[in-house]
């Protein structure tokens, strides 16, 4: 199970379109005309990654499809995530071409899961997909604050930009950060290059960031492109929350720590 919070925070990056359980495709110029036992699968909205907030079914429609539906056939599926349920073969009746397929899963509130469901080598059709890759986020309901937070950064500043944030509703003291660093661009006339629409959790009850895995700090310099922060350790104190860490580049590839960067969140009134 990857839990997508136990680091302090954590920038989220949505990732939309197909992808497939492996990058390896061969074709072979001589192909026979598709049978009725081959097939190949699709989403029902054609995306590969979804976001499931508490109070939805924990249901997921998979396509099965053939381009040869002129006599009945039984296709076999699999799945690689004991946490999804896939039936493992799906019936189609003469003329069939096009079958619906629900796929449950169990997953607890604020974590994460790739699943990869596979058609068995003699139903796949050479010229469709025969596998999908598909990520699954049970997310928090966030309940955003009526007033902005404060948000204080020692190595761009300026003191106390207004930044939108919200609470989980399932998790009192888990925070969502919004764009935290689009007033700190605006303030400072710095380069509006960097993303403007991504979001950063934090959460003080971890106490500590030795482990923390770096997140994108939402700015991009001139000279060195994404700037990322790593946390050291966080605190809080009434409604203020303090973040000490660095600001880091990559360089030859490599994560580089370049200055200290620290955070202040000052909480709004409930």
Not at 111 to 128: F, H, K, M, R, W
Not at 224 to 237: L, R
């Amino acid at each position: 199970m990857k839990k997508i919070f136990h680091f302090a925070f954590l920038a989220m990056v949505v990732v939309a379109g197909f992808t497939s359980c492996t990058d390896d495709y061969s074709y072979d110029p001589a192909v026979k005309d598709a049978t009725s036992n081959q097939a190949f699968l699709n989403t029902a909205d054609g995306e590969s990654s979804y976001t499931y907030l508490p109070d939805m079914e924990q249901k997921l429609t998979i396509k099965v499809g053939r381009p040869d539906s002129t006599q009945a056939a039984t296709i076999t599926l699999s799945c690689d995530n004991s946490k999804f349920k896939v039936p493992s073969t799906v019936s189609f009746a003469a003329g069939e071409g096009t079958k619906t397929v629900d796929m449950t899963f169990d997953m607890e509130i604020g974590t994460s899961q790739d699943v990869c469901i596979v058609l068995a080598p003699e139903n796949a059709y050479q010229y469709g997909v025969d596998s999908l890759r598909i990520s699954i986020l049970r997310d928090y309901t966030w309940v955003k604050f009526k007033d902005k937070a404060l948000f204080t950064n020692s190595y761009f500043g300026p003191e106390n930009a207004p930044i939108v944030i919200a609470q989980a509703k399932e998790k009192p003291g888990l925070y969502k950060l919004y764009s935290p660093f689009h007033s700190v661009v605006a303030e400072n006339n710095l380069d509006e290059a960097g993303e403007n629409d991504y979001e950063i959790l934090v959460d003080p009850s971890l106490k500590k960031g030795g482990a923390f895995a770096t997140a994108y700090s939402g700015y991009v310099d001139k000279k060195y492109g994404k700037t990322y922060h790593y946390c050291k350790s966080i605190s809080q104190e009434d409604n203020v929350i303090t973040m000490k860490g660095y600001l880091c580049i990559i360089e030859d590839g490599q994560l580089t720590p370049g200055w200290y960067d620290d955070w202040t969140i000052t909480l709004p009134d409930e």
